[in-house]
């Protein structure tokens, strides 16, 4: 969370995604505010990865379902995207307990992926830590990591050759590094089952919960 100064001079809080790669964090220091990262390699990699990804958040900013974000910048050998703030929480730190309530959730996570899906894109990486609930009774969910969106297109020609994934959460497909060509949407599908499974069962999907059919 921070503060933004806006061309008015006045103050707006704002929350700020960070270029931090979880696959890198091994060989990045934090000094204070400064990131230090061992290999030049990785810090153009993930920086560039970043801006593609505030490349697709701005591509669906006409969306009520995708958090809105306003600007980019660099910084502190890193970069960061500027996001409105909010008071949704991520729905893995929700303490929804009612099954009513779970579901209810889980129904718009479905309704929001959809939407994507009717217009061409998977999502690929859904897990709870990358959605906001906001206040009940609103009924409202936001997605605002967009990183991993892909074109259904280009997974069906073949183009993308690397398939994102959060293992908790990935169909077996994505963790295999494959993924339906037929039918890419599967494993949206698939995340949004072991979401539900998580929050119901109190555990996340295990290899044994998971049959033909």
């Known amino acids: 969370e921070g503060h933004y100064i806006g061309n008015d001079?006045?103050?707006?809080?704002?929350?700020?995604?960070?270029?931090y790669p979880y696959k890198y964090s091994e060989h990045i220091n934090r000094v204070g505010n400064m990131l230090e990262w061992d290999f030049n390699e990785e810090h153009?990699?993930?920086?560039?990865?970043?801006?593609?990804?505030?490349?697709?958040?701005?591509?669906?900013?006409?969306?009520n379902y995708i958090v809105h974000a306003f600007d980019k910048f660099y910084e502190n050998n890193t970069a960061y995207i500027v996001m409105d703030a909010n008071d949704g929480v991520t729905f893995d730190k929700d303490d929804s307990m009612s099954l009513r309530e779970i579901l209810t959730t889980v129904k718009l996570l479905a309704h929001v992926v959809r939407e994507y899906?009717?217009?061409?894109?998977?999502?690929?990486?859904?897990?709870?830590?990358?959605?906001?609930?906001y206040p009940r009774p609103s009924e409202h969910i936001v997605l605002f990591d967009c990183d991993s969106i892909t074109a259904i297109n280009d997974i069906k020609s073949g183009?993308?050759?690397?398939?994102?994934?959060?293992?908790e959460w990935a169909s077996p497909e994505q963790?295999?590094?494959?993924?339906?060509?037929?039918?890419?949407?599967?494993?949206?599908?698939?995340?949004?089952?072991?979401?539900?499974?998580?929050?119901?069962?109190?555990?996340v999907v295990e290899n044994e919960d998971i049959g033909i059919f």
């Open 9 to 19: 001079n006045r103050s707006h809080a704002v929350r700020l995604k960070e270029c």
């Open 159 to 167: 183009k993308v050759k690397s398939i994102p994934y959060s293992k």
């Open 117 to 133: 899906h009717k217009i061409g894109y998977v999502h690929l990486d859904i897990k709870p830590a990358n959605f906001l609930v």
């Open 44 to 63: 153009n990699e993930a920086i560039e990865s970043f801006n593609v990804g505030y490349d697709k958040l701005m591509q669906c900013q006409k969306s």
């Open 175 to 203: 963790i295999q590094g494959r993924i339906n060509k037929e039918r890419p949407e599967s494993a949206d599908i698939y995340s949004i089952g072991a979401i539900l499974f998580q929050k119901v069962m109190g555990r």
